[in-house]
């Protein structure tokens, strides 16, 4: 059974950092990555970053500068650490496992985790 558990959101003041912690457990069929998403009130969710089994990376234009995706493959751990946040990365983030194509094009796959919300205050 595949799970994955999100951990380490909270409040944070505007330009501080989180450091989010994903751990898979179980084995997802047919992904070959995990991507981190988030989920504002009343916005649709959005991808934020992918990381790739064979290290390939996807991030969106919001964190690109400012988040950075990486995995622990002793501990099955996929990080998303996030610096100089600001009040509009406020929201639910919640990881993923799914297929990130040659393409750079991620494509969500069923397994999803709880979601870990992240408030940034100014």
């Known amino acids: 059974q595949v799970q994955l558990v999100e951990s380490g959101g909270g409040l944070v003041q505007a330009g501080g950092s989180l450091r989010l912690s994903c751990a898979i457990s179980?084995?997802?069929?047919?992904?070959?990555?995990i991507g981190w998403y988030r989920q504002a009130p009343g916005k649709e969710r959005e991808l934020v970053a992918a990381?790739?089994?064979?290290?390939?990376?996807k991030d969106a234009d919001s964190g690109k500068g400012r988040f950075t995706i990486s995995r622990d493959n002793a501990k099955n751990t996929v990080y998303l650490q996030m610096n100089s946040l600001k009040s509009e990365d406020t929201a639910v983030y919640s990881c993923?496992?799914?297929?990130?194509?040659?393409?750079?094009?991620?494509?969500?796959?069923?397994?999803w985790g709880q979601g870990t919300q992240v408030t940034v205050s100014s």
């Open positions: 990381l790739s089994n064979g290290g390939s990376t």
């Open positions: 179980g084995n997802p069929i047919n992904a070959n990555a």
């Open positions: 993923n496992a799914g297929l990130l194509a040659i393409s750079g094009n991620y494509y969500p796959h069923k397994y």
